[in-house]
């Protein structure tokens, strides 16, 4: 304990009295790891965005579909509701149309189930199962257009040549529905019977949104649907995340090259410093040799030497991370491509540190085994 | 407890291989007894530090018997050797080699810490006694470059005390040192032998160091003599002149660099690059040379 306490003396002033290289050592140090770190946390805050996405586009865990546009018989849905494991069925038709000129994505649901698909209401509210001809539009697009409830807005399908009168009822913020593929257009919600009726496929639907049952194995009722309805196409929402799984991992591959870069950067940096400190304390290396030192001692004076850069480095490093990832973060939100939330993958904050350390220590190995090797007799020359 | 603190016993100190090695020791024989300081005292090159090396367990010699303490050390590994110079040997140098990290304190008591011995409180009270019988009870948090020499040394002393070593060795303890400095180690030096009985091995040039020491050995060309050898560089120097054939050798050379002297002359005079004034001091060196070397020729 009492030769630690007095390596900390010896690593502690050789830091005070080589500020400059200290610091460029330091600074090597931290940038690897603040890297490593936002890089970590980014591809993190990703991989959540992306699964509030998708949780929120297909509340649903599996979407059941007809081989074309609207092609699902209705009456599948009383079935479906039978598999075991499912907790609740949702027929939804969803087609392209235009609105006041604009694209606009016409989703048909039934009233009990517009808690899946409203995110919030800015004015008004749902529609009931026996309204006729209503509407539920986008916030952003009301303020837009000018439009508020109760106004009549006519809304044209693509494939019907006629426009029809929708009475505004609610101004809303939508859930269901993809956020990249919003900004080329605006959603409304309109009850199912309207959506059918607007693009004459009464008794048909777009898709089932199955939810199942808490716990329930996916793939479990895919095989029991497939079982039943063997032309049935069926797309799992994990089908879904492990595609943006792998995007994701594609472009953490690509960007983890940079921080290993980074970390040579550490490496090499450390490894000088010390080797450099080494070389300057040959001599005193020797004398503490002549003096009844053992290899035990010089090595535990040079790795405490190490372990402080590596400690002080993970300090800085996780304080720029965290400025980096939120830098990072702003950049990507302020894109629009995801809303990244604020969180932090569990364990990143002990990995980052302890690699800072371990990345140090390692790098002090060659230059503290050639200070070990210094020869007692070594100090003589000096004389 | 053993009077013989350190037994050197038939040394012989071999560096390089044949054909081109080097004895340095030859043949050392040494023992040192308990309150002795004892002088080694030789000119440059003669294996001094070889010697006080070989003693502190720093180098192995190439044969012959170490004896530390009663303890034949020769054959122990250099982690066992380790331990040796830490509890048994303490080192001054001539350069001081304080660890220039270390406060004055930090470096006396870090001797004590590595032994295992004492414990960090125990090490810092011992220290500061230490540096208050070296009189350094004032700058015990000084560092090495906020003292003097003289400071430094004294430091040295006190870290070479530190472990209550059998013997001390100086290498050239006041060589860097002015006068008053000097005297005030060796006063220092001479105060421990006689108040603590501490024994002192010191190498040094200076007669007047020596004279302090309680027996003064010298060494010359690897051997040890109990008196001052004498004659021995009148009989190296008889040796290297009575060598015939490095002088014809010599003679040669002086010959080509004359003849190369004149032909430069020759050019010059050819291409009118000479005054007369230049001429007549060229011509007189040449003759005056020319006549000289016949006359050696003719010993």
Not at chain 1, 70 to 98: F, H, N, Q, S
Not at chain 1, 313 to 324: P, Q
Request: hydrophobic share 45%.
């Amino acid at each position: 304990m009492s030769v630690a306490k007095l390596s900390l003396t010896f690593a502690l002033r050789d830091l005070k009295f080589r500020k400059f290289i200290s610091i460029l050592n330091i600074i090597a140090i931290a940038s690897g790891i603040a890297t490593f770190m936002a890089l970590r946390t980014v591809s993190f805050g990703c991989r959540v965005a992306a699964e509030n996405v998708v949780s929120q586009v297909l509340p649903g865990e599996i979407l059941v579909y007809g081989e074309s546009l609207c092609d699902l018989p209705e009456e599948v849905m009383y079935d479906l509701e039978k598999v075991p494991g499912v907790e609740r069925a949702i027929p939804v038709v969803l087609t392209i149309g235009y609105m006041e000129g604009a694209l606009t994505f016409i989703l048909g649901i039934e009233s009990k189930d517009l808690d899946l698909a409203v995110a919030q209401y800015s004015s008004g509210g749902g529609f009931g199962e026996d309204d006729y001809r209503v509407v539920i539009i986008e916030t952003n697009f009301a303020e837009s257009r000018n439009i508020s409830v109760k106004e009549t807005v006519f809304i044209k399908p693509q494939i019907s040549p006629n426009s029809y009168p929708f009475r505004v009822v609610g101004i809303a913020n939508i859930g269901m529905k993809i956020q990249e593929i919003s900004s080329a257009g605006t959603y409304v919600i309109v009850p199912l019977r309207e959506a059918q009726e607007i693009i004459g496929r009464e008794g048909f639907i777009t898709m089932a949104m199955l939810k199942l049952d808490e716990g329930e194995d996916p793939r479990l009722v895919e095989e029991t649907i497939l079982r039943e309805f063997p032309e049935a196409r069926i797309f799992r929402r994990e089908d879904i995340l492990k595609m943006i799984y792998q995007v994701i991992s594609l472009v953490d591959g690509l960007l983890f090259s940079a921080t290993v870069i980074g970390v040579i950067i550490a490496v090499f940096g450390t490894v000088n410093t010390i080797m450099a400190n080494v070389r300057e304390h040959a001599r005193e290396i020797a004398i503490m040799r002549a003096l009844g030192a053992r290899v035990s001692h010089i090595a535990t004076i040079f790795l405490t030497e190490a372990f402080i850069y590596g400690m002080i480095g993970g300090i800085v490093g996780l304080a720029l991370g965290f400025l980096e990832t939120n830098l990072v973060r702003n950049l990507i939100n302020s894109i629009g491509l995801l809303e990244i939330p604020a969180v932090t993958e569990p364990g990143i904050i002990f990995i980052s540190f302890s690699s800072s350390i371990i990345v140090s220590l390692l790098s002090a190995a060659y230059p503290t085994i050639k200070a070990c090797n210094v020869k007692p007799v070594e100090v003589l020359k000096y004389e | 407890m053993s009077r013989r603190v350190l037994e050197l016993i038939n040394i012989w100190k071999i560096y390089g291989k044949k054909p081109n090695q080097m004895t340095v020791l030859k043949n050392v024989n040494l023992t040192v007894e308990r309150g002795e300081i004892v002088a080694i005292m030789g000119p440059s090159g003669s294996g001094k530090t070889t010697l006080l090396s070989i003693a502190g367990t720093l180098e192995k010699p190439s044969s012959g018997q170490v004896i530390i303490g009663g303890l034949d050390v020769t054959g122990l590994t250099e982690e066992e050797l380790t331990k040796i110079r830490c509890k048994n040997i303490g080192f001054v140098f001539q350069t001081y080699n304080l660890i220039k990290n270390f406060t004055a304190l930090e470096n006396v008591i870090f001797p004590m810490l590595i032994s295992g011995q004492y414990t960090f409180n125990e090490a810092v009270e011992r220290g500061k006694e230490l540096l208050k019988m070296v009189k350094l009870q004032d700058h015990i948090n000084k560092y090495p470059g906020q003292l003097s020499g003289g400071q430094q040394q004294r430091v040295a002393i006190a870290r070479a005390l530190a472990n209550d070593p059998d013997i001390i060795l100086m290498d050239e303890p006041t060589g860097n040192l002015d006068l008053k400095s000097s005297a005030n180690v060796m006063s220092l030096v001479k105060w421990l032998n006689e108040v603590y009985e501490q024994t002192f091995l010191i190498v040094t040039h200076n007669i007047e160091v020596a004279s302090l020491a309680t027996r003064i050995v010298y060494i010359c060309d690897g051997q040890l003599y109990e008196k001052p050898p004498e004659g021995v560089l009148a009989k190296h120097f008889r040796e290297e002149v009575e060598d015939r054939e490095f002088l014809e050798k010599l003679l040669k050379i002086e010959i080509r660099l004359l003849s190369l002297r004149a032909r430069n002359l020759e050019r010059r005079i050819e291409s009118g690059k000479i005054d007369l004034k230049d001429l007549a001091r060229e011509t007189t060196f040449l003759r005056h040379k020319v006549e000289f070397l016949e006359k050696v020729r003719g010993r």
